[in-house]
C-alpha cells in the first residue's frame, strides 16, 4: 500500500508539473493584455522615391557633365534637322542650331561665354553679335530655346522651390531611358521651364526630349569636352538674325518689288 501510494503522488506531481509548463506556454504566446499573438510584424518596405527625386538625381548627375554631344530635332512637317551641343570644362558652352534662323534657312550657333551670349552665322561665317549677357535669356525674337534644355533649366529642375508638376512617362522614341512629364505648376507670362517630357540615361545625359518645339533625340557618341568654346567668327557690330522667316518683299505702285522693313516678331523656339 505504501508503494502505490508513492507510486500515485509522483504522479500527481508530474501531472501538475505538466499542467504549469503549459501554462506558461499558453501565456507566452499571448501579449500583456492576454490577447493571442498570431506572429511578428517586420519593418514596412522603404518607399520608392517621388518622381521629382528621381528626376533631380539624374538632373544633378548631368550637371556635372561636360561633353560634346549630337542631337536629331524633330518636328511635325518640317524635316529632322542636327542640333551639335558643347558643354566645356571651365563651363562655357556653344549650341549650333541647323535652321535655327530665317524660318530654317539659316545656321545658327547659341555661344555662352563670361563676356556675354552671341549668336553666330554658320556655314559660312559672317561673325558674331553680341545678343544677351550671360546668364541671361535672349530677345524672343532670336532666341531658338534649345539652348536651355542643355544649361538653364538644369537648375530649374533642381530647384525645389519652383512649382512644378512631375510625373512617370512612357519612354520616347529611340530611347529606352526613364522619362518624366513636366509641368509648370502656375500660369507664368515666362514659364521658368517648358513644358514637356524629359528623359535622362544613367550617366547624366539627356537621351531624349518632347519639347513645343519638337524632339530631341540623341544620336551617335559623346565624346570628350574641349577646355573651352570657341566662338566661329569674330565679334562683329550688327543685327542677330531672327527666328522667323524674313518677310516677302511687297510690290511698289510701278509694278517692281522693294524690301519691306519689319521688326522680328516674337519666336516660340527653333525656327
Known amino acids: 500500500m505504501r ?3 508513492v507510486g500515485v503522488t509522483a504522479i500527481t506531481v508530474t501531472a501538475g508539473t505538466a499542467l504549469a509548463v503549459l501554462a506558461v506556454g499558453a501565456l507566452a504566446a499571448c501579449g500583456s493584455t492576454g490577447v493571442p499573438v498570431t506572429g511578428v510584424t517586420s519593418d514596412p518596405a522603404p518607399a520608392k522615391p517621388d518622381p521629382r527625386s528621381q528626376l533631380a538625381a539624374r538632373v544633378a548627375v548631368a550637371k556635372d557633365q561636360r561633353y560634346i554631344a549630337a542631337y536629331t530635332l524633330t518636328a511635325q512637317g518640317k524635316s529632322p534637322r542636327s542640333i551639335l551641343v558643347s558643354i566645356a570644362t571651365d563651363r ?3 549650341v549650333d542650331v541647323q535652321g535655327g534662323a530665317l524660318g530654317g534657312t539659316a545656321d545658327v550657333a547659341i555661344a555662352s561665354r563670361p563676356e556675354g551670349q552671341y549668336q553666330c552665322p554658320i556655314n559660312p ?3 558674331c553679335v553680341k545678343v544677351a549677357a550671360s546668364g541671361k535669356k535672349l530677345p524672343p525674337a532670336v532666341d531658338p530655346r534649345v539652348q536651355y534644355v542643355f544649361v538653364a533649366w538644369l537648375d530649374v529642375l533642381l530647384d525645389r522651390q519652383i512649382p512644378l508638376s512631375m510625373a512617370p512617362a512612357d519612354p520616347l522614341a529611340g530611347t529606352s531611358a526613364p522619362c518624366f512629364a513636366v ?7 515666362q514659364p521658368p521651364i517648358d513644358p514637356g517630357v524629359y528623359c535622362y540615361n ?3 545625359m539627356l537621351a531624349a526630349a518632347r519639347l513645343p518645339f519638337g524632339q530631341l533625340t540623341l544620336t551617335g557618341d559623346v565624346i570628350a569636352a574641349p577646355s573651352t568654346i570657341s566662338l566661329p567668327g569674330p565679334v562683329v557690330d550688327g543685327a542677330p538674325l531672327a527666328t522667323t522667316a524674313p518677310p516677302p518683299p511687297s510690290p511698289n505702285p510701278s509694278g517692281s518689288q522693294v524690301p519691306r522693313s519689319v521688326s522680328p516678331s516674337p519666336s516660340k523656339g527653333v525656327a
Do not use: K, M
Not at 183 to 189: C, D, L, Q, S
Open 3 to 5: 508503494l502505490r501510494r
Open 92 to 94: 562655357t558652352w556653344r
Open 125 to 127: 561665317s559672317s561673325g
Open 183 to 189: 509641368e509648370p505648376a502656375v500660369t507664368a507670362v
Open 202 to 204: 544613367d550617366n547624366g
